[in-house]
């Protein structure tokens, strides 16, 4: 298996040979206004561009997974760049409707119970896209919905991986551990936050919960160092994990950049 970070939350998963492309977002640098009411009025973002054209991020994509369509997981660049016919996933009809909107024409909508993709089984896992008292009154100034997916790939030659998606520590993610027993977990990392809403992604707080809770999971960080409501980015995370004894098998990955697993979801040192 292997994981490569594009930017944000794009990012590529090869998983039995097929290659899934996670929350495309392809504008370049700076493109979109600053986020209204986030805690730096004026960031401009994406903050840096992609690593690569995106030509190259779109060669021999097998599949795409949208975990929800806020703006900075899916804009109208990466809509242009992909072929309408491929194959792609979404967390319900709202989401389905929405890729349809841009041409799409092969969407499925995950569940629970799991989706099959050749070998490879998908499993929907809920999301707690921020504490909702304190997050809703901005997604409802906005005009956005606060559902958002993890997804779980299971194959029997792979390590179970685990895409927690845009999710804070809670309940959901416990329980998904509990379950499908991931020997790595992909973490949205970076704090996101507006003005009182509290991080509505992982900051900090979380990564340590998760880390207490589940020592032994290869912890890849993504989400990191692109958006303009991020509080977090990858210095301070590993300058965390550090400090705090956890930096074991927890990696962040730079844009651009390569990370294998073994079958145990280890990482494969180059």
């Known amino acids: 298996m292997k994981f490569q970070q594009i930017r944000n939350a794009t990012s590529i998963i090869t998983f039995a ?60 660049f990466a809509a242009k760049a992909l072929p309408k016919a491929l194959k792609s996933y979404v967390q319900n009809e709202y989401d389905k409707d929405f890729l349809q909107k841009y041409g799409f024409n092969n969407v499925e909508i995950l569940t629970e119970k799991g989706s099959t993709f050749g070998d490879i089984t998908l499993y929907k896992t ?44 809670c309940d959901f993610v416990k329980n998904s551990i509990d379950e499908f027993a991931p020997k790595a977990i992909i973490i949205n990392a970076a704090a996101a936050q507006l003005k009182h809403s509290g991080p509505i992604i992982m900051g900090t707080d979380d990564v340590a919960a998760l880390r207490r809770y589940a020592p032994d999971l290869t912890v890849i960080a993504s989400h990191m160092d692109a958006v303009g409501h991020a509080t977090l980015d990858r210095k301070g995370l590993k300058e965390f994990i550090t400090a705090n004894n956890i930096a074991d098998d927890f990696l962040i990955p730079e844009d651009g950049e390569i990370i294998s697993l073994d079958k145990d979801g280890k990482p494969i040192q180059k």
């Open 17 to 76: 040979d097929k290659r899934f492309l996670i929350d495309p977002l392809f504008a370049p640098k700076n493109f979109f206004d600053p986020i209204p009411e986030s805690l730096i009025p004026n960031r401009r973002w994406p903050m840096v561009d992609l690593p690569f054209e995106a030509d190259k991020i779109t060669q021999n994509i097998d599949a795409m997974i949208l975990t929800h369509s806020h703006i900075d997981h899916f804009d109208d």
């Open 126 to 169: 809920p999301c707690l896209h921020g504490v909702m008292e304190k997050a809703m009154p901005y997604y409802k100034m906005f005009g956005f919905r606060p559902d958002a997916m993890g997804i779980v790939f299971k194959q029997k030659d792979e390590p179970v991986l685990y895409l927690a998606g845009d999710t804070i520590w």
